[in-house]
Nanobody, 119 residues
Framework: QVQLVESGGGLVQAGGSLRLSCAAS????????MRWYRQAPGKQRDLVAV???????NYADSVKGRFTISRDDAKNTVYLQMNSLKSEDTAVYYC?????????????WGQGTQVTVSY
């Protein structure tokens, strides 16, 4: 069984920084794309950033220049460095990864970690 476990969320003042981590564990043959999503109260879950197995990254316009996604394949871990945080970044952040533990790649989700940005 594959699990994704996020950490690093919390309460931070506007303008501050946080670093989220998401570690995959279990029977893992390989990991393709890894992503971070976020969901604010009463809103849909939106894609924040994605990194491919080759290290190609893409970001939502709202976080470009402030957030950086990276991965450590030796640790099966994806990170999200968040700088210059704004109140509108407040949300539950979820990691998502396409993981091969058998024949096919399957998308797995973490349980989410709360990020709260105060004025």
């Amino acid at each position: 069984q594959v699990q994704l476990v996020e950490s690093g969320g919390g309460l931070v003042q506007a303008g501050g920084s946080l670093r989220l981590s998401c570690a995959a564990s279990g029977r893992i043959i390989s990991i393709s794309a890894m992503r971070w999503y976020r969901q604010a109260p009463g809103k849909q879950r939106d894609l924040v950033a994605v990194i491919t197995s080759r290290g190609i990254t893409n970001y939502a316009d709202s976080v470009k220049g402030r957030f950086t996604i990276s991965r450590d394949d030796a640790k099966n871990t994806v990170y999200l460095q968040m700088n210059s945080l704004k109140s509108e970044d407040t949300a539950v952040y979820y990691c998502n990864a396409d993981i091969k533990s058998g024949i096919y790649y399957i998308a797995y989700w973490g349980q989410g970690t709360q990020v709260t940005v105060s004025y």
